[in-house]
């Protein structure tokens, strides 16, 4: 999980939102609003669970958090509509040429598997940094790499063989439902 | 948006979640857990949606949120997928005898518009507390009364009219997926 980086005082950090480079999840999140604004899809990034222990009250009576702790989240990060069909997926950045299963939960893969079972769209979004590539992996082709390959690690060739290049464009800018058309198409 | 509340110290709170009494949300939760373990749907509650402005680390270097705030939801709260149909919709209870259409944000009343318009199935639970009742009313049904009637407040008798009455069981405890099937057969 990614946590809030900031400015440091001591062991503690503020948050400064403004300063972020712009990574896969702003680009993500700037994607589905394009998708919603043109009336397109209908998909969200969820917010990130959080158990609530201790809350404040200010002057004007507004509830502040004072004591809170990530938990991991049960399912992806991503899910919506697209005409029709329920999508739902995981998107990760890796720095290496090859993206480590380590960086996905059991029970997140597991929940895609599902997904799939049930009739809905699921697949990994995966951003190679150096590469400034990015790819769809359906679930399908993950899965076939868990069950065929012994290795705890996908290799950017097997993106390149078997997931789906997504090019960057500046409306929409990661346009994964591009890809998602092709390959509905391909599978009629 | 329903805040937590446990022990008060000052105007501190902590939580006691051992303690809560089984309101609708519990219950909902309950019946998407018995879902899943059958393999049924794969229907989620979100998590609440905060910003988080302060976080520490403690001795294990886990990081622990010491500031943050409630923010607006810009969905609503469940959403998921049962037999490739992506279902959407917002839960809430009263304790009179009519809904007041103010606790539900404008825009989750477009986002469940948007929801149908695109092939979803979007709705309302709606849990009267004095009478013991819980109603689905889907979004064609809710947007009627809004464009026809110039009140505020959705009354019982609307539910029992247009809406479907959702019976408790053990399990699933609030069979809402068994009125969409009813639904859906009546369509075809």
Chains 1, 2 share one sequence.
Not at 7 to 28: A, P, V
Not at 39 to 55: H, L, M, Q, R, W
Not at 134 to 163: A, V
């Amino acid at each position: 999980m990614k946590y809030p980086v900031g400015s440091k005082t001591k062991n503690s950090c503020y948050i400064e939102y403004s300063n972020r480079g712009m990574g896969l999840e702003d680009d993500l999140n700037i994607t589905n609003e394009q998708y919603r604004i043109n009336d397109i899809a209908f998909i969200y990034k969820k917010p990130t669970p959080v158990t609530i222990s201790k809350v404040e009250f200010n002057n004007k009576k507004e509830p502040i958090i004072k004591e809170g702790f990530y938990k991991k989240p049960s399912t992806t990060d991503y899910n919506g509509l697209y005409n029709g069909l329920y999508i739902d997926f995981e998107a990760k950045e890796t720095k290496s040429k090859s993206f480590p299963l380590s960086n996905i939960h059991q029970h997140q893969i597991k929940h895609l598997q599902n997904i799939s079972k049930h009739k809905g769209f699921s697949f990994l979004i995966i951003k190679f940094v150096t590469e400034n590539k990015i790819f769809l992996l359906e679930e399908k082709k993950l899965t076939s790499f868990i069950d065929n390959e012994k290795r705890k690690s996908i290799p950017l060739e097997y993106f390149m063989n078997e997931g789906y290049l997504i090019k960057e464009k500046f409306s929409p800018r990661i346009d994964y439902l591009e890809i998602i058309n092709k390959i509905i198409l391909k599978e009629k």
